[in-house]
């Protein structure tokens, strides 16, 4: 049935559903695009020395802040410190800036920022938590999985 | 033992709510008005025991009292009065006893407000809230009992209330958020019972409307304040991170948002009402997915507070049947609901139209992204994800710019159709001096960017729109003045809404495009030089708080040589739990905030200083403000003041047409 040969309230209506439905899926597409490349996907201590994550994409990675790692630079705000997930694995995270309140040694943490091609990873943000109890998911994620891998024989 | 006789208090709360519900509901079977009306009595009932084990709950903390598990974890006998009162809701079990005093506060308010209402209708009204208030209830008792004690063996001295938590914000914020999102349940339970009784006709709409105002400007007014409190409590600065708890309470917000508005053309001209309906579903189902998401901690967020794993499972059995329940009766009854009122494209309902799609997209996009990560980790086997604020800000700032457009001529508009010179008339005008404003503005922040002067010109126009209308509704008149104070209320109060979106957007561009901010490694007597500011740090003194120790420095700010703020920020360290936390300190001036805050103590007396310049970003609150006054004033116009203490048994009210309304 051609276009011009409907009935024009039933056409208008056939143009109106079809106007909506491709505004919807252009705007579904558009979403789904700004959706898809601000994903920060997080990787454990042992995803990042095995190589499993990228280099140079934003991440997130974290894990426990390991006792006596903090080195600090003497005129600047550039603080370097290794997290592990305490069963061995373990990498250096590099920061500019202020940390939270609640960074310190054996804290979780988790950071924002790219990992370069020596395994250093070069944070832009370090996860800010209120609660001192507070575990964030992923670092807890990160420590339940090297217990199920340690007990495994 | 008081302790006990609260806990006893809530136990009796929750049978009284059990028999608010089972009481009327045999009424409306065996048709006894008696019966029915006994749902009013109980709710004032269930607010006095509610309140009882509330103020016993308050007894126990202002006592001391550490051999109640919840006092001992959160207060300690150094806390500051205030905060020891406020210590209440700052966690998991006491802030959903608060939960449930304020779902019993809404009850009591319709069961006082309702008379006019047909009985059968006021019994399903409040029987519908008495059913969410008695899963609360069996919520709290059953999984967050706040009143357990920790016998034999309790702590002499408390672990004290998380440092941050002890200010001002938590004391203000939690009530009014609590107020917004359980306040959602008020149109929620007039749109069940609407749908139960098969009378969704125009005055369910009317009625539901002020509830719907009311709870719409607590929810703005708590989420507005949560803004202000993170910005100048958390030490970075910041005043939006579209983080997961945020979003929480944002999403039901852009819900109730486009509610009110459908609402008015519903009540107005009868349109939309399915669409209403389900909206009024959405609005509390989104304020309990909310409350599930935060209490649950399935999602990562800097603002986790009262999180408890576990309970998640038992917020989620409530939520499934609420909201499963809710939309199947909506889907059995709503199909003959259509709309049999035609309305032009240039109509009001049009612009209300809009104003609904994109609100709802945004509300869906938001929900998206917040959730998103859930679904991911779900299909994935367990890769953990965040979204970025990108995300959030490329598809929810368009929708807004899009929203504001809209804005500007829907103040034009009028019922089923506008003539398009109202539409147009003096339009070219307005834009010529809403463009110098905006260039202005923008210049005199410093160097031009078209973002400040697109959003500028947007709300400049909205202002000018509004004057335009109101100058319209008395030009004519003998006595203009008299005229203009005699408009009903309800203008101005959607005056200051649509005043508080502009101010707001304005405060929100201007901070985002010209803050400056610089994290500064600061020995004694370094200066620094940010925008048109220099800092100086002249290190830092110890000094004694109620509570903690705290270092404070000395930061001067100067421009062009002259000290125009000292400011004092602090590193402070809680003597019971040990914790250290920074107290900003903001000099507050008309164009903008200089905000200091000492990160970490470096060597020699140096520390790491954060500075921040930003501008406007007082206009992002006061907009707020001004949005909530609104929703309060709209519930004190005549129309409704009248209807709701008229203690007449009047059945059903006829929507009357009033002139003045256009």
């Not at chain 2, 974890?73 to 205030?82: A, C, E, V």
């Not at chain 2, 009530?175 to 929620?188: E, I």
Request: aromatic share 12%.
């Amino acid at each position: 049935m051609k276009l011009g040969a409907m009935k024009p309230q039933r056409r208008n209506r056939l143009l109106l559903i079809l106007g909506l439905v491709g505004g919807l899926g252009l705007a579904l597409m558009f979403v789904l695009k700004a959706l898809n490349s601000n994903i920060n996907l997080f990787y454990t201590p042992v995803q990042v020395i095995e190589g499993e994550a990228p280099i140079g994409a934003r991440i997130r990675a974290g894990g426990m802040v390991e006792a006596g790692s903090i080195r600090r630079s003497d005129a600047s705000l550039e603080v370097a410190f290794n997290v592990s997930d305490l069963a061995g694995a373990a990498f250096e995270i590099r920061y500019t800036g202020i940390l939270p309140d609640l960074f310190r040694e054996g804290q979780g943490v988790v950071a924002t920022g790219r990992l370069s091609q020596d395994g250093v990873f070069f944070a832009e943000e370090i996860l800010a938590k209120h609660d001192e109890k507070y575990m964030p998911p992923e670092v807890a994620m990160a420590l339940d999985t090297t217990r199920q891998d340690s007990m495994q024989p | 033992m008081i302790v006990e006789l609260g806990h006893f208090c809530v136990v009796i709360a929750c049978l009284l709510a059990f028999l608010q519900v089972v009481l009327p509901s045999i009424g409306l079977k065996q048709n006894s008005l008696q019966l029915m009306a006994s749902a009013s009595s109980l709710a004032y009932g269930v607010f006095v025991f509610t309140l009882l084990g509330f103020l016993a709950l308050i007894y126990a903390f202002l006592m001391d009292d550490f051999s109640v598990a919840y006092v001992a974890s959160h207060s300690n006998t150094r806390l500051p009065l205030q905060f020891k009162v406020s210590a209440l809701w700052s966690a998991h079990e006491g802030s959903f006893l608060l939960w449930t005093l304020v779902m019993s506060i809404w009850t009591m308010m319709v069961a006082r407000f309702s008379a006019p209402l047909t009985t059968d209708m006021r019994a399903r009204v409040l029987i519908c809230l008495a059913a969410l208030g008695f899963g609360f209830y069996l919520f709290l008792l059953l999984t967050s009992n706040p009143f357990e004690r920790a016998l034999p063996f309790f702590p002499a001295e408390g672990a004290d209330l998380n440092p941050l938590l002890q200010d001002f914000g938590l004391i203000v914020h939690p009530p009014l958020l609590y107020m917004g999102y359980v306040g959602l349940s008020v149109p929620f339970a007039f749109a069940i019972a609407s749908l139960w009784g098969n009378t969704l006709d125009v005055s369910w709409a009317r009625w539901s409307r002020p509830w719907t105002n009311l709870a719409w400007a607590f929810l703005t007014m708590g989420i507005t304040l949560g803004s202000w409190w993170a910005y100048y409590e958390l030490g970075w600065g910041g005043w939006w991170f579209w983080d997961a708890v945020e979003n929480a309470s944002f999403v039901p917000w852009l819900i109730a948002t486009a509610l009110i508005h459908s609402l008015a053309a519903t009540e107005k001209r009868g349109v939309f009402k399915s669409w209403t309906v389900l909206l009024a579903i959405f609005g509390f189902s989104f304020s309990l997915l909310g409350a599930f998401l935060v209490r649950s901690g399935v999602l990562t967020s800097v603002h986790a507070f009262a999180v408890d794993p576990e309970r998640g499972a038992a917020i989620l059995m409530f939520l499934v049947p609420v909201i499963g329940g809710s939309l199947l009766l909506y889907s059995a009854r709503a199909w003959d609901l259509r709309s049999r009122v035609s309305f032009k494209r240039s109509g009001r309902e049009s612009f209300i139209l809009g104003n609904n799609v994109l609100l709802t997209v945004s509300a869906a996009v938001v929900l998206l992204g917040t959730l998103y990560p859930l679904g991911y980790e779900a299909l994935t086997g367990g890769d953990k994800i965040s979204i970025g604020p990108p995300y959030f800000n490329a598809v929810f700032v368009p929708l807004m710019l899009v929203l504001m457009a809209l804005m500007i001529l829907s103040h034009r508009s009028r019922w089923w159709a506008t003539e398009r010179s109202l539409l147009t008339a003096g339009q070219g005008v307005f834009s010529v001096i809403a463009g110098v404003a905006a260039i202005g503005l923008s210049v005199a922040m410093g160097p031009i960017k078209l973002w400040i002067v697109g959003v500028a010109w947007l709300a400049m126009m909205i202002v000018l729109n509004l004057g335009y209308e109101l100058y319209r509704r008395v030009r004519l008149k003998s006595n203009p003045v008299r005229r203009l104070l005699s408009q009903p209320l309800a203008v101005y109060a959607m005056v200051l809404g649509h005043a508080g979106i502009a101010v707001t957007a304005l405060g929100i561009v201007t901070t985002v495009m010209m803050s400056e901010e610089a994290d500064l490694y600061m020995a004694p007597g370094d200066r620094a030089e940010l925008g048109a500011f220099d800092v100086r740090f002249y290190g830092t003194k110890n000094v004694e708080g109620p509570n903690y120790v705290a270092d404070r420095g000395r930061v001067e700010v100067l421009r062009e040589g002259e000290v125009i703020a000292t400011l004092y920020p602090e590193k402070r360290r809680y003597l019971a739990s040990q914790s250290i936390m920074t107290e900003a300190d903001i000099h507050v001036r008309s164009l903008g905030d200089i905000y200091v805050a000492l990160g970490e103590p470096l060597e020699n007396g140096a520390w790491a200083v954060r500075v921040h310049i930003k501008p406007l970003v007082r206009f992002i609150w006061f907009g707020g403000v001004l949005i909530a006054l609104g929703g309060v004033l709209s519930i004190f116009d005549r129309r409704y003041r009248v209807p709701m203490l008229r203690s007449s048994k009047q059945g059903t009210l006829a929507p009357s047409v009033e002139a003045a309304h256009g």
